[in-house]
């Protein structure tokens, strides 16, 4: 999403993430392998030989991005000049249907874009190549990306996807609006109550203006995740078998959601549902808005801009924040797989994401190669959407996101208006999630 810089904006936050057409698929690749054959898992990696001809296509859905990645293609032909690279580009509300049906008759791009929701649904079916004999040859080493992103793309021990770019979550705000309503700025050592005191001290001082302190929206990545991270709970166990919201750590962190709209601190789930709350932001009508670095777009083109800018999250029980980025992965059924493998390790490499964080396109995964981000929009410490890696935690997914990502969108709101209390909305939420997964 730099339609949003860290490659994870607007055409990825929408439909959860992407996980249209998730649950489709479940039941089109019902019986097949879920694991690595023998013959895959244990093939090693050697990089083709220079002189390899092969045809391969791309598949990916972000327009913004292809001048970059075009970049990227004619670097790695000056290596493999005879490997022609088709880039495919589908748009956000249809690739995921065509890749399901591609999956399910065996007929995938070589190389294609996966997101954190709907990978262990492809992965866990066989349709992508794990990276092991990449690894194993050290053509690609996963300590050179952040750990949680190598763990969101990895089942059972085993890894399938080198993530490409990235994006965390900060508290951006609006230094004008504070210093109206007499309110010291946030800061790194900020707590939970710090930021509590500030939005209801901003909501009184500047109502008759219609400015709240903060907003409480309902997108589980820049709000309650982070939350019940932040308080020491979990969304989901970590061998994806349980929910983790009856537990009274992940209730208090929607709690801290709820409390904060109750209190006025934030307008109404309803308001938020009618104006999404980077809409209120932008438009100078909330001092503080927990979201994503692929916001720093819609500030940047906003009134606010000169007044805009972000902390790290405030600490509850620990630090947290969620992390989730896009990853590059080779089709099962390639039949092009050396050559398809030879463009996913260029891509891995530093040269290739410098490239890609030098023009704009993203927040490049590779360690050390995210300044010209951090360069991108004086003023404002974005900084700290990098340093946040060393905190982060992976977004939550199970083989069967979708099933149960809807489950939240129809109970939880129940919740953050109030009509419900939170312990009996998570306790449903919680029941009805385990049922799902015990099918997975």
């Known amino acids: 999403m730099l339609n949003s810089s860290s490659g994870s904006g607007a055409f990825r936050r929408r439909g959860l993430l992407g996980l249209v057409g998730a649950i489709g698929l479940a039941a089109l690749v019902a019986g097949c392998s879920t694991s690595p054959s023998a013959d895959t898992a244990s093939a090693g990696y050697t990089a083709p030989a220079k002189d390899l001809s092969a045809e391969i296509t791309y598949g990916l859905w972000d327009q913004t991005q292809v001048a970059a990645i075009d970049a990227n293609i004619k670097e790695f032909n000056k290596v493999y000049p005879d490997i022609k690279v088709n880039v495919n580009v589908t748009p956000w509300d249809s690739y995921w249907p065509k890749l399901q049906t591609q999956a399910s008759s065996n007929t995938l791009p070589d190389l294609f874009w996966m997101n954190g929701p709907n990978f262990q649904t492809y992965g866990g079916a066989g349709k992508i190549e794990p990276i092991t004999s990449e690894v194993s040859a050290g053509a690609i080493d996963p300590a050179n990306y952040p750990q949680a992103l190598d763990d969101l793309y990895t089942i059972d021990g085993t890894q399938y996807g080198v993530p490409k770019d990235f994006d965390t979550i900060g508290l951006w705000y609006n230094k004008a609006i504070f210093e109206k309503a007499g309110v010291d700025l946030p800061t790194a050592s900020w707590t939970w109550d710090d930021f509590d005191s500030a939005a209801s001290a901003i909501s009184k001082a500047l109502k008759k203006d219609g400015i709240y302190g903060a907003g409480g929206g309902m997108d589980g990545q820049t709000t309650y995740y982070d939350t019940i991270f932040q308080a020491g709970g979990s969304v989901i166990s970590g061998d994806g078998k349980t929910s983790g919201y009856d537990s009274a750590a992940s209730q208090k962190g929607i709690s801290f959601w709820t409390d904060l709209i109750a209190s006025g601190g934030s307008p109404t789930i309803q308001q938020l549902t009618d104006t999404p709350a980077i809409q209120w932001f932008t438009s100078g009508k909330l001092g503080m808005l927990w979201s994503g670095s692929w916001s720093r ?30 990853s590059n992965v080779v089709a099962a059924s390639s039949k092009n797989k050396a050559a398809a493998q030879a463009l996913q390790v260029f891509l891995a490499s530093k040269e290739a994401q410098q490239q890609q964080g030098d023009m704009g396109a993203v927040i490049p995964a590779f360690n050390g190669t995210q300044q010209t981000f951090v360069d991108s929009q004086p003023g404002v410490d974005l900084q700290v959407f990098i340093d946040a890696t060393k905190y982060a935690q992976p977004y939550p997914v199970s083989k069967n996101t979708a099933a149960w990502a809807a489950l939240e969108t129809t109970i939880l709101p129940d919740a953050f208006s109030g009509a419900t209390p939170v312990a009996d909305a998570t306790k449903d939420l919680a029941d009805q999630m385990n049922g799902l997964l015990a099918k997975e």
């Open 297 to 326: 777009t819609a500030v940047a083109e906003s009134s606010i801009a000169k007044d805009a800018n972000v902390a790290p999250l405030p600490t509850g029980e620990k630090q947290a924040t969620v992390i989730h980025g896009v």
